[in-house]
């Protein structure tokens, strides 16, 4: 398919300000435009380059507008001209006209969208009349060529009859084309004679008006036109029988009563009667809301990605404050005796650096910089943790009823399962928070089978966990249920929502294989209901067995630019019997390495580091030793992640804080699989 050309229009005006200004008006329409400074290079331009369009104004230095037509018009009788002129003389329009001007536009134009359809509506013309006189060219090639074949048998006679035969066809298909561009049209097409009375319309116009064609032909332009624009409708029919043209909008009535905003652009096509064509704003208008929606949304993911950066930023810096927090407190309750008050109360410092650093996970959770995990678990553990945290949160005005039983295990990723319990009790607070109310948890298993599989027909056949949270707030439409799960939607008022908080939930669900149920009662409150299949898990009859053995005799070299986390680590490393080398400085740890390889039996990094990464210094030390295992430790990075450190080599990768256990058993797991 050949691509379509560019319309090319040549605007000859002395006044630098308004060839600018036209030019980039309708270079934002898609049409080259080029200038000219008066007539005399105006005409050069125009032998030059052919343009398909012409504006040109009347007084200007060296060659005049007027001027400028007759060459025009002498060269190229078909090239379009609009006059704009800024004079205003009747006299000189009419000379315009007389000179061929397709069309006469006062300066200054208030608006450049009378110009715009102009130029739309001379174009169109004139690739009409290039395309009929290419048909007629064509018709008389076709009359020349059979006149040849019948010159022997009375050539004038049926020259005559061929020609005519052919000239009445063109005149049926131009009539006919011309009927199928109106019916045809995308908008509303109406004539009208001289007072006002509809003679001629389209089916777009039926459509838009809601009236037939026969009922529009019994009626006049004010019965369409509401009240309030009765007077502007008339100076629009006024203009277009004085002038030729006009173009405005007006706000019509429809059959039923309905209003709408309409663009009426009409043409004066003869003394007597004049076309008008009307097309619906509805359309411009959506358009813009819908673009309005859409910076709206972009503005909010912007934010949320300034979230996610700024809580990937506090995460690292946070998990390596808590590495030092877990580590010490461990140390410390060992050198205390059992029992006494101290131990217990650090006990409760241990507990909290734990829950702590569960906090951070669901921060990087929402922002979407963790990777899902999804162990067996038990959701009961989870919500009454979560509901607790959540109590702390609420005013006294929200009670909390909980009737959480013992559920079986959901493969599920604990982090996300805390998030949507409380974006869901959220949720309830939110629709409480004026009038105040009560909040219900239950937790129950049910099982879906073939008795009562009718009652949950997108659920398959199974054993569910059921997590519902109900409200006695002010509920929902039913009408807003299908949107409730949209991102960006919500009821709240304009900064008391993002939108985001049931659309989390919806994917966290979904991802987890599970459906959510929601009902509601306009008045009464609301109640969601998240359904997760269980799993059977089958206990470890180790599990009473004597715990590992965690303590070694190997040399270890530990790297961390945080002097409180090596001092720590060595600390705990030592205890448990190893021999350790410590570095804060990664460019050394890795000098200390190459010197002596063979020294070391296991490498402990962190990753973020001035010098080099952890990384990096982990790809260094395995080409140098390949069979040197490494664990790599973060608080949190973009630029690793657990697939592409086990990629490198690395046969460990642990999330800061890291307890005491976790780490003696990785060191234990990757020295006992050298072995």
């Avoid at 605007?11 to 036209?22: A, H, L, Q, Y």
């Avoid at 205390?336 to 569960?358: D, F, H, I, T, W």
């Avoid at 008795?451 to 439409?477: F, H, R």
């Avoid at 190459?594 to 210094?617: K, R, W």
């Amino acid at each position: 398919m050949s691509q379509k050309k560019t319309p090319v229009i040549l605007t000859i005006d002395d006044e630098k300000g308004i060839r600018e200004s036209i030019r980039y008006f309708l270079e934002d329409y898609e049409y080259q435009v080029l200038e000219a400074e008066n007539g005399k290079i105006g005409i050069e331009i125009f032998k030059r380059e052919n343009p398909d369009l012409i504006l040109v104004d009347l007084r200007m230095p060296e060659m005049d507008g007027l001027e400028v037509l007759r060459i025009v018009r002498n060269q190229s009788p078909d090239t379009p001209v609009i006059v704009i002129s800024g004079t205003g003389v009747i006299g000189d329009a009419v000379e315009a006209l007389h000179l061929g001007a397709w069309d006469y536009l006062l300066k200054p134009i208030g608006d450049l969208s009378v110009l715009l359809h102009s130029v739309e509506k001379a174009l169109e013309r004139s690739r009409l009349i290039l395309e009929n006189h290419a048909y007629q060219q064509y018709l008389e090639q076709e009359v020349a060529k059979r006149t040849r074949e019948l010159e022997k048998a009375n050539k004038e006679l049926l020259r005559e009859i061929a020609l005519r035969k052919k000239t009445e066809a063109s005149l049926r298909e131009n009539e006919k084309k011309y009927r199928g561009y109106i019916e045809n049209a995308p908008y509303g097409v109406f004539v009208a004679d001289a007072l006002g009375k509809y003679i001629e319309v389209n089916n777009a116009a039926c459509q838009i008006t809601g009236y037939s064609i026969d009922e529009l032909s019994h009626m006049n332009i004010p019965d369409l036109i509401h009240k309030d624009f009765k007077e502007q409708g008339r100076k629009h029919f006024q203009e277009v029988m004085d002038k030729g043209r006009a173009v405005g909008e007006l706000r019509f009535l429809r059959k039923d009563g309905s209003e709408m905003e309409m663009l009426v652009e009409a043409v004066k096509i003869s003394d007597n009667r004049f076309i008008a064509f009307c097309k619906d704003l509805e359309e411009k208008k959506q358009a813009e809301a819908a673009k309005m929606l859409l910076e709206s949304q972009l503005r909010q993911a912007q934010k949320m990605e300034s979230i996610g950066t700024l809580a990937g930023g506090i995460a690292h810096d946070f998990n390596n404050i808590l590495s030092s927090v877990i580590g010490y407190t461990e140390l410390t309750i060992d050198d205390l005796p059992v029992g006494s008050v101290a131990r217990r109360n650090l006990s409760s410092v241990l507990k909290a650096g734990e829950r702590a650093k569960s906090l951070v996970s669901q921060i990087l959770t929402f922002s979407r910089q963790s990777e899902q995990v999804h162990i067996p678990v038990q959701i009961h553990i989870i919500v009454k943790e979560a509901l607790k945290l959540i109590r702390s949160s609420l005013p006294a005005t929200i009670e909390i009823h909980q009737r959480i039983t013992d559920s079986g295990y959901v493969m599920a990723d604990p982090t996300q399962i805390h998030q949507v319990v409380m974006n869901l009790c959220t949720n309830a607070f939110h629709a409480m928070q004026d009038t105040g109310g009560v909040l219900t948890a239950t937790l129950s298993q049910k099982q879906v089978n073939k008795i009562n599989s009718a009652q949950y027909p997108e659920l398959a056949w199974d054993n569910y966990v059921v997590l519902c949270i109900k409200d006695t707030g002010c509920g929902m439409k039913q009408d807003l249920l299908e949107r409730i799960f949209d991102p960006y939607f919500t009821t709240k008022e304009k900064g008391k929502g993002t939108g985001l908080g049931l659309a989390v939930v919806h994917g966290i669900i979904k991802a987890h294989r599970g459906t959510i149920k929601v009902k509601t009662y306009p008045g009464k409150g609301s109640s969601f209901c998240v359904w997760l299949p269980t799993i059977t898990v089958v206990q470890n009859e180790k599990a009473d067995a004597e715990p590992q053995q965690l303590i070694g005799r190997e040399h270890i070299l530990i790297v961390d630019d945080e002097i409180d986390i090596i001092q720590m680590e060595q600390q705990m490393l030592e205890r448990l019997g190893y021999k350790v080398t410590a570095f804060t400085d990664s460019l050394k740890a890795l000098e200390a390495f190459s010197a002596a390889p063979l020294d070391f039996d296991v490498i402990v990094t962190d990753m973020t580091m001035p010098g080099i990464t952890g990384y990096l210094l982990a790809k260094e030390m395995i080409r140098i030793r390949s069979n040197i295992p490494i664990i790599l430790c973060t608080g949190f990075s973009e630029q690793i992640d657990e697939k592409k450190a086990e990629a490198a080599g690395i046969k460990k990768y642990i999330i800061k804080p890291a307890a005491r256990n976790d780490l003696a058993k990785a060191l234990r797991e990757v020295l006992e699989t050298q072995l």
